[in-house]
T-cell receptor, first 111, second 113 residues
Framework: RKEVEQDPGPFNVPEGATVAFNCTYS??????FFWYRQDCRKEPKLLMS???SGNEDGRFTAQLNRASQYISLLIRDSKLSDSATYLC????????????FGQGTTLQVKP | DAGITQSPRHKVTETGTPVTLRCHQT?????MYWYRQDPGHGLRLIHY???????DKGEVSDGYSVSRSKTEDFLLTLESATSSQTSVYFC????????????FGPGTRLTVT
């Protein structure tokens, strides 16, 4: 079983739609959680951290469910520019910087 | 954008030849990382460095070595390239080893024929 699992998609949605991605992780002792965004043939970039209380940044909302060991990302009012691959990232130990990346979920927003 | 460059950006080499990839940063960050990205696997850590001359292995370190003689440079060497090392290689840097904020370079596409 992979340490971090994501549905690779692609998720094809129309502009303005709300879309949600989930990610599961296997190590119950994992300390911190993140979503990165990666555009086609580009480097990954941090989108947002995921806190136990949930956090929101504009149209993006991230949630953590430690009991079920999953992380979610909700995107509201999708834009064409949201088309990208979204990487779920877990830091198992919290103090080594050794991140575990999911393989990513691809989102295509259509006009 | 964080000041991270990688060289070369593209390389084609033959099986059995040595290859060195360079990562250069201008941010003076202590921590540096080398990842490879392959379809179906996501990003996997090869080696990382927590200071000059201080390095450690990641998840997929076999066949790779690294060196860091200066804060700004982190070199990844494939001593004898194999076709299984065909991949996209990303360097990343971070100020801290806590949390998960890492800044990535633009990547190097390596093809081993």
């Amino acid at each position: 079983r992979k340490e971090v699992e994501q549905d690779p998609g692609p998720f094809n949605v129309p502009e303005g739609a709300t879309v949600a991605f989930n990610c599961t992780y296997s190590n119950s002792a994992s300390q911190s959680f993140f979503w990165y965004r990666q555009d086609c043939r580009k480097e990954p970039k941090l989108l947002m951290s995921v806190y136990s209380s949930g956090n929101e940044d504009g149209r993006f909302t991230a949630q953590l469910n430690r009991a079920s060991q999953y992380i979610s990302l909700l995107i509201r009012d999708s834009k064409l520019s949201d088309s990208a691959t979204y990487l779920c990232v877990v830091n198992p130990s919290g103090n080594t910087g050794k991140l575990i990346f999911g393989q990513g979920t691809t989102l295509q927003v259509k006009p | 954008d964080a000041g991270i460059t990688q060289s070369p950006r593209h390389k084609v080499t033959e099986t059995g030849t040595p290859v060195t990839l360079r990562c250069h940063q201008t941010e003076n960050h202590r921590y540096m990382y080398w990842y490879r990205q392959d379809p179906g696997h996501g990003l996997r850590l090869i080696h990382y460095s927590y200071g000059v001359k201080d390095t450690d292995k990641g998840e997929v370190s076999d066949g790779y070595s690294v060196s860091r003689s200066k804060t700004e440079d982190f070199l990844l060497t494939l001593e004898s390239a194999t076709s299984s090392q065909t991949s996209v290689y990303f360097c990343a840097i971070s100020e801290s080893n806590f949390g998960g904020e890492q800044y990535f370079g633009p990547g190097t596409r390596l093809t081993v024929t």
